[in-house]
């Protein structure tokens, strides 16, 4: 391959794919007469968007404008669905008054846990909305092509760029898309980066928090977690470059799409395949992950807890404090350490379990009742924890079935503890440091 290498001058791949190009253009200019035209639109467009200075800062300011769009246009979608959720688990719970036990478990389980989270259909499928337009418009694989020199720079195949971009919506067909990278090296590092981009499931943590903690700033601070995420993903792929996977990234060639105005009937098709997923969960899994979470919540050692009792006593509280003290240095308590342990199921089960744990107490404003046990340097370390740490079980399936292999299975699930520790535990000591380390401190 060297040899063939100083031959061509450049590498086969590409190469072999200017010759392709070029004897295309030949022919073409044998049998095709041509008007002098001037730029396209397309070229303009691509004068810009491409442009070596201004293609990364644009790329930036589209992702933060999608996740500011999904916040700001999901407010009154929000606001509706959860009154009307409120108003009813309120009428079951007096309907169901003689008995206690069960008008806990369909006000406090069912409707302080599972039903909190359809509020967050909302700006779900609005992102997924946006990110099917970036899609239809043929952005995001200039995005890929732009960011295919900074990666290559860090020792990264720039077609990584692409699962990245598809683990926006779920990790697990993201990581399954590295199927398409040639080089064993580089498909590898592909799977292990891809669980650190933020996928839609985190999504509900994120506005839960941001909105308790950063009210007036949260399109922007959802916008850190996802820029957070990538970066991090860069990052691990650069240090399985350097470390376990050494060597030279395959070529990188693609055959850019024509800019194209997005339908809204295909837009919203593609907002629709992604958002069902969530939809299809919250009908299943996290329905009964709610009745599961109010029994653990509502029961302890002692049996059935009561009308607004100390959570801390229950099957939930003494799980979480088993983990408390390990994470007592990023603020967190028990509540936060078992939302944690349950989130390994399915990120968004972290609002679920808060969601119960609070409507158990007797707080149904759960906003407010976060902001009155934790401060903002808290509620970002959680938020990055939550980023960085192991991904739902059904992603760490898909990676062992990825790669075939229990060892970088393990190493994802270790790696991804450590790091996103590490952050959280800097971002804490930070924003202590600045005021926004005591309670109602935003």
């Known amino acids: 391959m ?35 035209t001037g730029m396209t639109f397309s070229d303009k467009l ?5 442009n070596k200075y201004l293609g990364i800062p644009i790329f930036l300011i589209l992702v933060w404008a999608l996740f500011q769009f999904s916040i700001e246009a999901s407010g009154v979608f929000m ?27 369909v006000q406090d389980g069912i409707f302080g846990g599972f039903a909190f989270i359809l509020p967050f259909l909302a700006p779900i499928f609005l992102m997924f909305l946006g990110i099917a337009w970036l899609e239809d418009s043929g952005y995001f694989a200039r995005a890929a092509f732009v960011m295919d020199k900074l990666l290559r720079k860090l020792g990264v195949h720039g077609k990584t760029f692409i699962p990245m971009m598809l683990g926006f919506g779920c990790n697990i067909p993201a990581i399954m898309a590295c199927r398409s990278i040639e080089g064993e090296k580089d498909r590898m590092i ?9 996928c839609g499931a985190r999504l509900p943590v994120y506005v839960l928090f941001a909105a308790a903690f950063f009210p007036g700033f949260e399109g922007s601070v959802i916008f850190s977690m996802y820029i957070l995420g990538l970066a991090v993903a860069i990052f691990t792929a650069w240090l399985l470059r350097k470390t376990f996977f050494k060597g030279e990234p395959e070529p990188f060639i693609m055959e850019l799409p024509i800019y194209r ?8 098709l593609h907002m629709w395949e992604r958002g069902v997923v969530f939809l299809k969960k919250a009908g299943t899994w996290l329905f009964l992950g709610a009745i599961i979470l109010w ?18 006593v229950s099957y939930t509280g003494i799980l979480g404090g088993l983990i408390q003290p390990i ?20 990120k968004e089960i972290a609002v679920e379990s808060l969601g119960i ?42 990676i062992k079935s990825e790669t075939n292999s229990w060892k970088w299975t393990l190493f994802s699930v270790v790696y991804s503890i450590i790091i996103a520790y590490v952050i959280a535990a800097i971002a804490f000591a930070l924003l202590s440091a600045i005021g926004l380390g005591v309670i109602g401190g935003a």
């Open 357 to 398: 744990i609070f409507a158990i107490e007797g707080d149904i404003a759960i906003g407010g009742a976060l902001a009155g046990v934790f401060s903002p340097a808290t509620a970002a370390a959680f938020m990055i924890f939550i980023l960085l740490y192991i991904p739902c079980v059904a992603a760490v399936g898909t």
């Open 79 to 105: 606001a509706i669905i959860e009154t009307a959720l409120v108003t009813v688990g309120e009428f079951f719970g007096t309907l169901l008054a003689g008995n206690e036990m069960a008008a806990s478990l």
């Open 46 to 50: 691509d004068k810009v968007l491409l």
């Open 295 to 312: 029994f653990m919540s509502a029961f302890g050692p002692a049996g059935y807890l009561g009308i607004d009792p100390d959570v801390s």
């Open 190 to 198: 592909s799977i292990l980066s891809n669980p650190y981009i933020s």
């Open 327 to 346: 994470f007592a240095p990023l603020g967190f308590d028990w509540r936060l350490g078992a939302a944690l342990i349950f989130a390994f199921l399915a």
């Open 261 to 268: 105005v997005p339908t809204l009937r295909a837009s919203v």
């Open 2 to 36: 060297k040899r063939v290498k100083a031959v061509l001058g450049d590498d086969p791949e590409i190469a072999f794919a200017e010759k392709r190009y070029n004897m295309i253009g030949e022919i073409l200019e044998e049998c095709l007469t041509k008007t002098e």
